[in-house]
């Protein structure tokens, strides 16, 4: 638990789990597809779009108001600009697979 799985990781666990549908796609294909989904996500947000795939998660850019916040080192009052944030919001189906690890890591505890 608590791994850290960076983009090779990503790309060797897809091509590992498309070898169990009997599917084969080199390392290299992967990775152009998982690349080319990011990019394609990021040209969406910077036009203000939005992404939703059904399931799974939307991400949006939102916008944030200007706002007061202070420097704790300096103790002075700054301003912040109103500016945009990607939110991502989580489905159903990763949501459940939260549910999931909150129950094993409980159910082991107990």
Same mark, same amino acid.
């Given at each position: 638990m608590n791994e850290r799985i960076i983009k090779p990781g990503v790309v060797k666990m897809i091509i590992? #789990? =498309? +070898? *169990? &549908?009997? +599917?084969?796609? =080199? $390392?290299?294909t992967v990775n152009d597809i998982l690349t080319a989904f990011f990019d394609v996500v990021e040209i969406a947000i910077s036009k203000g779009n939005s992404i939703h795939i059904n399931g799974y998660m939307t991400i949006e850019p939102q916008y944030r108001a200007e706002r007061k916040a202070r420097n704790v080192q300096a *103790? =002075?009052? @700054? +301003?912040?600009?109103? #500016?945009? &944030?990607? *939110? @991502? +919001? !989580?489905? !159903? /189906?990763? *949501? $459940?697979?939260?549910? /999931?690890l909150t129950e094993r890591i409980l159910n082991n505890k107990v």
């Open positions: 590992d #789990h =498309t +070898k *169990n &549908k009997n +599917k084969k796609y =080199t $390392q290299e *103790n =002075t009052e @700054i +301003k912040v600009p109103p #500016h945009y &944030k990607v *939110n @991502i +919001k !989580s489905g !159903s /189906r990763f *949501n $459940q697979a939260a549910e /999931r």
